[in-house]
Antibody
């Protein structure tokens, strides 16, 4: 059973870069069975996909965030990471990492981290 | 971007009730739809994928149906642990989520 755990600062200043890491255990991040993704949820609101990465390094980003997002993978550490630049208060959210199951018709977020609240404030 | 519209946005129901939530896509997505359950302070949990496939370990009272633009999640007999918010998600091009349906106790 895959387990994922987010880590990183809980407070980021406006205009700075938000950086989070997701550590995967119980399986290999190099597995061809999964993609890996980041999703966020502002307090009291719905879910927004940020982006995804395959172990090969291929990345896919939400068009609305693409100019500010970088997702990378470190197979030696079984981790993948998120960087979101030029943050504002609107980026305050719980950030989740997740594995994407490759199913017959699509890809779905099968295993999730517990989430980490990141607040953007000076 | 493909938009997903869930209805209702909230509902009140009693234990034992049959509950149906709908999700409509702004364009056809074949069967590339999933349903998630989220409880307060917790990560979402995958219930249904490919519109009607039950995720391993999920009780059989949960079922999904639909294809194209119209989808439903049905809980055949609502249990106390089912009071939560439910989201649909599509993956036709890139993932988007519906706005959520909060299921509350009547």
């Amino acid at each position: 059973q895959l387990q994922l755990q987010e880590s990183g600062p809980g407070l980021v200043k406006p205009s700075e870069t938000l950086s989070l890491t997701c550590t995967v255990s119980g399986g290999s991040i190099s597995s061809s069975s999964y993609y890996w993704g980041w999703i966020r949820q502002p307090p009291g609101k719905g879910l927004e996909w940020i982006g995804s990465i395959y172990y090969s390094g291929s990345t896919y980003y939400n068009p609305s965030l693409k100019s500010r997002v970088t997702i990378s993978v470190d197979t030696s550490k079984n981790q993948f990471s998120l960087k979101l630049s030029s943050v504002t208060a609107a980026d305050t959210a719980v950030y989740y990492c997740a594995s994407l199951q490759i199913a017959a018709a699509g890809k779905y977020f099968q295993h999730w981290g517990q989430g980490t609240l990141v607040t953007v404030s000076s | 971007a493909i938009q997903l519209t869930q209805s209702p946005s909230s509902l009140s129901a009693s234990v034992g009730d049959r509950v149906t939530i709908t999700c409509r896509a702004s364009q056809g997505i074949s069967s590339a739809l999933a349903w998630y359950q989220q409880k307060p302070g917790k990560a979402p949990k995958l219930l249904i994928y490919d519109a009607s496939s039950l995720e391993s370990g999920v009780p059989s009272r949960f079922s999904g149906s639909g294809s194209g633009t119209d989808f439903t999640l049905t809980i055949s007999s609502l249990q106390p642990e089912d009071f939560a918010t439910y989201y649909c998600q599509q993956f036709n091009s890139y993932p988007t989520f519906g706005g959520g349906t909060k299921v509350e106790i009547k």
